[in-house]
């Protein structure tokens, strides 16, 4: 059984929206919201003591710093990962496939071959037609629902669930 679909740059960015935020992340995006909150209190103190240029650059520094770490790093890190990939295989799009046989999991991104155990599935997270298969590494697997060639997603999670 094989899920098959095409990769382009909105797809990429796309998962970025879909990833769940977990562990260090959720940590990262805590203390990026603290470091903002610090630098909305220094402007507050600058505005009504005054301060010098290199205060007043600092508190500039910890909103906008907050701000893109929180919402606009993961969307331009993708959008960065579509690059290298598309520049790697030299094509604007590529077909991903990712087969699942008796023995393995196979993801073919264009000409580009990775094999997996089953017993690295860490989690299944099921979000409306995407289904995020969780690596042991971290990894995250994207596969569609209406993308299964020669099967469905059913019998698919019950060969993976059997597997693990």
Same mark, same amino acid.
């Given at each position: 059984m094989k899920n098959e679909y095409k990769i382009t740059k909105e797809e990429m960015v796309s998962w970025a929206k879909k990833m769940p935020l977990r562990g260090i992340n959720i940590v990262l995006i805590i203390l990026w919201g603290i470091v903002?909150?610090?630098?909305?209190?220094? #402007? =507050? =103190? %600058? @505005?009504?003591?005054?301060?010098?240029?290199?205060?007043? &650059?600092? @508190? =500039? +520094?910890? !909103?906008? @710093?907050?701000?893109?770490? *929180?919402? #606009?790093?993961?969307f331009i890190a993708a959008s960065n990962r579509y690059k290298m990939l598309s520049k790697t295989f030299g094509v604007p799009e590529w077909t991903r496939?990712?087969?699942?046989?008796?023995?393995?999991?196979?993801?073919?991104?264009?000409?580009? &071959?990775?094999? #997996?155990? +089953?017993?690295? !599935?860490?989690? *299944? *997270?099921?979000?409306?037609? &995407?289904? %995020?298969l969780?690596?042991?590494?971290?990894l995250v697997l994207p596969l569609y629902k209406d993308a299964f060639v020669e099967s469905n997603w059913e019998t698919c999670k019950e060969r993976i669930a059997s597997k693990r």
């Open positions: 903002g909150l610090i630098g909305i209190s220094l #402007f =507050v =103190v %600058l @505005a009504q003591n005054g301060g010098k240029w290199i205060s007043w &650059l600092f @508190a =500039v +520094y910890c !909103v906008f @710093a907050s701000i893109f770490k *929180i919402f #606009f790093e993961r496939t990712i087969e699942f046989t008796e023995e393995e999991i196979i993801l073919t991104d264009h000409t580009s &071959l990775t094999r #997996f155990q +089953y017993h690295n !599935v860490k989690e *299944i *997270i099921e979000k409306e037609s &995407l289904i %995020l969780v690596m042991n590494n971290r």
